[in-house]
């Protein structure tokens, strides 16, 4: 089982600072990483897919990096509304199942 | 648009059994795999389960085999999940989600979009 650990768990930021999390697989994973953020109350949406393609209607501002074992989502300029848990999620081809990271909270500096 | 609203949520005790449901819309429902995802308070995502376009296949985490089946209803556009001999660490908001696919430089890039908006579920005598 392919295990995802993302770091920092908090990231303490001031708006319009930049941000960088991060997440690790225990093993290759190519480059099929998806992100996505959760705001409180609300289901997770979906950010980056592919490791660094945004998803339709996501600002420029959020970019996702990385393959292999090694993944990077950067918020170049934190807006009020990007303050939320961000959680990166991989996908086993056989069995087909998924696994996600245990999430990084964005908050206020 | 391109939507799914799960329902069957509430208070059940230790032991008892649930049936959830996720009523899709907008797509082609039978022609994705589904999945359900979970959230116990405060904590992380967890992945429960998923089932093939046809329903032939179905794949559980460990922590519920035995004890929930995931089935769907393609004419209906509709997926479910029947808990059984629940437990407390099962207290959790259910999220139906659709699995997508995007054939990209590398493969096939698969993630989660869209999710419905969760039905909570509390285990509790």
């Known amino acids: 089982e392919i295990v995802m650990t993302q770091s920092p768990a908090t990231l303490s930021v001031s708006p319009g600072e930049r941000a960088t999390l991060s997440c690790r697989a225990s093993?290759?994973?190519?480059?099929?990483l998806a992100w996505y953020q959760q705001k409180p109350g609300q289901a997770p949406r979906l950010l980056i897919y592919g490791a660094s393609t945004r998803a339709t209607g996501i600002p420029a501002r959020f970019s996702g990096s990385g393959s292999g074992t090694e993944f990077t989502l950067t918020i170049s300029s934190l807006q009020s509304e990007d303050f939320a848990v961000y959680y990166c999620?991989?996908?086993?081809?056989?069995?087909?199942?998924?696994?996600f990271g245990q999430g990084t909270k964005v908050e206020i500096k | 648009e391109v939507q799914l609203v799960e329902s069957g949520g509430g208070l059940v005790q230790p032991g008892g059994s649930l049936r959830l449901s996720c009523a899709a819309s907008g797509f082609t429902f039978s022609s994705y795999w589904m999945s359900w995802v979970r959230q116990a308070p405060g904590k992380g995502l967890e992945w429960v389960a998923n089932?093939?376009?046809?329903?032939?296949?179905?794949y559980y985490v460990d922590s519920v085999k035995g004890r929930f089946t995931i089935s769907r209803d393609n004419a209906k556009n509709s997926l479910y999940l029947q808990m059984n001999s629940l437990r407390a660490e099962d207290t959790a908001v259910y999220y139906c989600?659709?699995?997508?696919?995007?054939?990209?430089?590398?493969?096939?890039?698969?993630?989660?979009?869209?999710w419905g908006q969760g039905t909570l579920v509390t285990v509790s005598s």
């Open positions: 989600a659709r699995e997508s696919r995007a054939l990209l430089w590398f493969g096939v890039a698969t993630f989660f979009d869209p």
């Open positions: 089932i093939k376009q046809d329903g032939s296949e179905k």
């Open positions: 093993q290759s994973v190519s480059s099929n």
């Open positions: 999620q991989q996908y086993n081809n056989w069995p087909p199942t998924w696994t």
